[in-house]
């Protein structure tokens, strides 16, 4: 399937969800529910050459922003309900939810520290090549370039063993190494905030525990609760799915794919996660063909200008090279400049977004308990 038809299949998806948008379902327009479905019909019609690029993450992060933002105020509008039975089930499991989530963050940070390692031996292959703009190529300039694209070849290919290379003895997690213990403590979670996850601990197993702890709440137990609980869950399930994504694009430890869920279609929401779990699952299965190691697009980017950067340097067995040889090698470091700028401009972006959203879904778990606490007093 070519480009012009998977974006003539996304407009019918996206006339579904506006659809949806009409009959709302049995959600009130306003309501919690309706808002997540806002904040992701917008995500599920991204362009196709959009998808699943370091901006699209950005956007992905900003709707989980917005959406743990609206959920604190509803908890907060709603605290003499919360010890209630059966919404308190559904409470203290969206809680215990977040600590393996403070993991996964953890683990997708290292990810992007593993992107950096890949970026800074790029930039060593484009600075061997930085005398081209002036018509100069010589045998060294070759040398230094093939040197580096085997270093980078060599880390990307031996995933496992580079990530507890390069991470064993200086794992960064989004707390601050000077904080006490009483704030670790606070958090509910001292591991997690204090360092990264150990060489054993699986991402896709751990996106499986919280996949398989969520379950949509029955109908007496909507009525009983006044609808809560369906936001309760409704919560868990985006924090769920936005982990699923980043494991996805970001080259986790252990981010095996096979991670078995279903987008529930009864919820408003439904219909713009169903999209965008059918379109970054269909991406995955064309990537997965090449073997590639995430399905950030801009790693893919990556992959193409250093193989073709690759041929380039393998193909120059004479010097000095002809004006067509120098034509082609520029045009191949145009392309792995292209790609370090984004990297360059993008990374620090998102880690710091990143670190935000570790943030906050930290504070939601603090600020919950609290709010727990004033209900039981």
């Known amino acids: 399937m070519g480009v012009g038809d998977n974006r003539s299949l996304n407009q019918v998806h996206s006339k579904d969800v506006n659809e949806d948008s009409g009959s709302e379902f049995h959600c009130e327009l306003g309501s919690f529910e309706h808002r997540v479905f806002r904040q992701f019909r917008v995500l599920s019609a991204t362009e196709e050459d959009e998808l699943l690029s370091l901006n699209w993450v950005s956007m992905l992060l900003d709707a989980f922003i917005t959406c743990q933002e609206d959920f604190i105020v509803m908890l907060l509008k709603n605290e003499s309900n919360l010890l209630k039975a059966p919404l308190d089930r559904y409470v203290t499991e969206f809680f215990d939810m977040i600590i393996k989530a ?93 360092w990264s996850v150990p060489n054993s601990w699986s991402a896709s197993k751990q996106l499986q525990l919280i996949a398989s702890g969520l379950s949509p709440p029955r109908g007496h137990e909507i009525s009983a609760t006044n609808g809560l609980a369906n936001d309760v869950y409704t919560m868990g399930f985006v924090l769920m799915f936005v982990l699923w994504a980043l494991v996805f694009v970001i080259p986790c430890q252990d981010r095996g794919l096979q991670v078995h869920f279903s987008v529930p279609r009864q919820f408003t929401w439904g219909a713009p996660l169903s999209l ?76 710091r977004q990143l670190r935000e959203v570790f943030h906050k879904i930290m504070s939601c778990r603090t600020e919950g308990l609290e709010i727990l606490g004033r209900a039981q007093s």
């Open 102 to 194: 403070l993991d996964i963050c953890n683990a997708v940070r290292d990810g992007m520290e593993k992107i950096r390692v890949w970026h800074k031996r790029l930039e060593i292959v484009l600075g061997a090549f930085d005398s081209t703009s002036r018509n100069v190529m010589v045998e060294a300039q070759f040398r230094r370039a093939k040197k580096g694209l085997t270093d980078l070849a060599m880390i990307m290919l031996d995933d496992d063993k580079e990530t507890a290379s390069v991470f064993a003895y200086g794992n960064r997690s989004f707390v601050s190494p000077n904080k006490g213990k009483d704030d670790q403590q606070k958090a509910g979670h001292s591991r997690s905030v204090s």
């Open 276 to 351: 965008l779990h059918s379109r970054i699952m269909d991406e995955s299965k064309k990537r997965e063909r090449k073997n590639s190691v995430g399905l950030l697009k801009e790693i893919e980017q990556m992959e193409k200008s250093v193989h073709l950067v690759t041929g380039l340097v393998d193909s120059v067995n004479l010097f000095p090279l002809s004006e067509e040889q120098k034509e082609a090698v520029k045009m191949g470091v145009q392309e792995v400049a292209q790609v370090c700028n984004t990297f360059k401009n993008g990374l620090d972006p998102l880690e």
